[in-house]
């Protein structure tokens, strides 16, 4: 991924994100949401988190919630969407190369249509999970590879434009195939979340545990 990439899709998002209006909503995305509650609370790394939502949903259940994203606009919106729950979020702007956390000491990791460029998504995958503690919890949907021909059809449901931006089954088992898997498939469904995710989507829909490695 090259500089002039990162910073023309840097500053995509700040233009999305600059509007009054939340682009997402304000709600958590239901998946997420459905998700986190079945958990205990702890810390959880929210990256891509954009306007905040999701962080913002984590905190209200009484998680300890770090986000990341490469929008400074979106930080901005995120904080605000804080203050009006009256939680808060610590929210850094950057990108995930540029980024380093400790060792194991997150509890749990969001992927919420955390989509990276092609040839870093797998790599990303992996070096999150690095900062995940053993028996920790990923919890991910994203748009697959099947979401290209209904964006086509609809452009308002949003979702990449590159194929192999998107996800398939096998690439996350490869991911992350040191977890045990309580979910994972690949379906359609009906979004309604902002002005972006409006309409028919294909995604594919992960949780799963962090094995403790072998003595």
């Known amino acids: 991924m090259n500089k002039s990439w990162d910073e023309a899709y840097k500053n995509k998002w700040d233009n999305e994100y600059k509007v009054e209006d939340y682009v997402y909503g304000k ?16 810390s959880v790394l929210m990256p891509a988190d954009g306007e905040g939502r999701n962080g913002v949903f984590a905190a209200e259940a009484g998680w300890k919630v770090t986000a990341f994203d490469l929008s400074a606009e979106g930080k901005t919106k995120a904080l605000q969407l804080a203050k009006e729950k009256e939680v808060s979020i610590s929210y850094i702007v950057g990108d995930l190369e540029e980024l380093a956390f400790e060792k194991e000491s997150f509890d749990a990791i969001g992927l919420i249509y955390a989509h990276f460029s092609a040839e870093k998504k797998s790599s990303f995958h992996k070096k999150l999970s690095n900062y995940l503690k053993p028996g920790g919890v990923v919890i991910l949907e994203a748009f697959c590879k099947d979401h290209l021909a209904l964006t086509r059809l609809n452009p308002k ?17 490869a991911d992350f195939e040191d977890y045990d898997l309580l ?3 690949e379906q359609e469904i009906e979004l309604n979340e902002g002005i972006h995710h409006i309409g028919k989507g294909a995604v594919v829909r992960f949780v799963g545990v962090k094995r403790t490695p072998s003595e």
């Open 27 to 42: 709600g958590p995305n239901l998946f997420f949401e459905e998700w986190l509650r079945k958990f205990e609370a702890g």
């Open 157 to 173: 449901v949003g979702g990449p434009k590159e194929l192999d931006m998107l996800f398939s089954k096998e690439e996350i088992l």
């Open 183 to 185: 979910i994972l498939g």
